[in-house]
């Protein structure tokens, strides 16, 4: 398969190209690649699919969030979260529904704060949520039997090491990429995937 992976650079993005690209065509794409994609410019997001051609499935490890208490959110914080996270990649559902080959696949990207909010991620939660919702609702309507699904990865061993707090209640990214993998090999749709169940 012909795969375009989003945020091959990033500690997700890049397992999961990694994890891949022993089996599939992978192609990284990020701010800085050619051709470039940055969520939170829909024109890359239109370019990419007419410059990549015949694509079996995308997968897209990427989008920004802002983690602030919510006494100090302003709409700007809010606005930045829906345009990258959620927007950018409702984007990236609606463009591969019309350009992926028959069969393929879409995989996007929520986090576990979805599931387990914590104090000072509530924009996260918010556009997290949202893009789940939204992922199971374009599956119902997806052409061509194309799939789509969403991976929901908790917190990640070498995130939470550059972050300098404590690693042990991380998963490994390669771990991770696991749920991509299967999400992109696998025959289900409209599912939120949790890397630990896989």
Not at 27 to 42: C, F, M, N, T, Y
Request: charged share 20%; hydrophobic share 45%; net charge neutral.
């Amino acid at each position: 398969m012909k795969i375009v992976v989003i945020g091959s650079t990033g500690v997700i993005g890049n397992a999961v190209a990694k994890a891949l690209a022993g089996r599939h065509e992978v192609i990284g794409v990020h701010r800085k690649s050619d051709p470039a994609l940055d969520l939170e410019q829909p024109a890359t997001v239109d370019a990419l699919f007419a410059r990549v051609r015949d694509i079996d499935a995308i997968v897209s490890c990427a989008g920004n969030a802002v983690f602030k208490p919510l006494a100090d959110l302003e709409d700007k914080d809010y606005e930045y979260c829906l345009n990258s996270k959620l927007l950018g990649q409702a984007r990236v559902i609606r463009q591969a529904l019309k350009h992926l080959r028959d069969g393929g696949s879409v995989t996007v990207t929520s986090g576990v704060l979805a599931q387990h909010p914590m104090a000072g991620a509530a924009a996260i939660s918010m556009v997290n949520c949202g893009l789940e919702g939204f992922t199971r609702g374009a599956a119902l309507e997806a052409p061509r039997g194309i799939r789509v699904n969403v991976v929901s990865p908790g917190w990640v061993t070498e995130t939470l090491v550059a972050l300098k707090m404590d690693p042990s209640h991380g998963m490994p990214a390669a771990e991770v990429a696991r749920a991509y993998v299967a999400a992109v090999e696998g025959t289900q749709t409209g599912q939120t995937i949790s890397p630990a169940k896989v």
